[in-house]
């Protein structure tokens, strides 16, 4: 049996707080953050943005803030391609029809349809399961984007990196090009 002071992770009278070592590897920047929360997350952070640019469109037509639309349409338009972001990466993941996932966008243009939309997915058990790390015997896991899929998931941190930066630069693109509308 080996003594406190030969064994570094217990706690001694000179080092109370001494912890032993993680050993358990981080597989996970968010472990509870299952497809089903990530997709519920964002479906009504969408509904909420909606809220936001709408609330900000009757302040402009009644106050004149023409500002309020610069603000809330920003905040719609980021959580919108975020949104986007997530249907497709959600439905990569789940094996969903290449057109379920176009509608799933397609209902983030419509106000606050995300939120039948989700619960129409869950009812129909297309948000079940865990994040597909691993390539599995499916005849889909072998063609480019489930593997980038399962690379990407391997490596969650540095997916949600690529996804922030890659939604920032098409949200850039997309002011530059001009508000929906187009320009008053």
């Known amino acids: 049996m080996s003594s406190p002071e030969s064994n570094p992770t217990t706690a001694t009278p000179s080092d109370p707080l001494r912890l032993p070592p993680v050993t358990t590897p981080v597989t996970s920047v968010a472990p509870g953050l299952t497809p089903k929360r990530l997709f519920r997350l964002l479906a009504v952070a969408e ?20 500002w309020a639309v610069l603000v809330g349409g920003s905040i719609h ?10 249907a497709a990466l959600v439905g990569v993941n789940q094996r ?10 397609v209902f983030a243009i419509v106000p606050y349809a995300t939120i039948p939309f989700e619960v ?14 691993e390539p599995t015997d499916h005849p889909a896991d072998r063609n480019v ?5 399962h ?9 949600t ?7 920032a630069a098409v949200f ?11 320009r008053d």
């Open 120 to 133: 129409w997915l869950l009812r129909r058990g297309r948000l079940d399961g865990a994040w597909r790390r």
């Open 161 to 167: 990196v690529a996804a922030v930066i890659g939604i």
């Open 77 to 86: 338009g980021f959580v919108f391609l975020g949104y986007a972001f997530t």
């Open 96 to 105: 969903w029809p290449f057109g379920l996932i176009v509608l799933g966008v």
């Open 172 to 182: 850039t693109i997309l002011l530059l090009i001009g508000p929906p509308g187009g």
């Open 151 to 159: 690379w990407f998931l391997a490596r969650p941190l540095l997916l």
């Open 145 to 149: 984007i489930n593997r980038m899929l």
């Open 47 to 66: 509904a909420i943005t909606w809220t936001i640019l709408i609330t900000a469109l009757i302040m402009r037509a009644t106050l004149g803030l023409d």
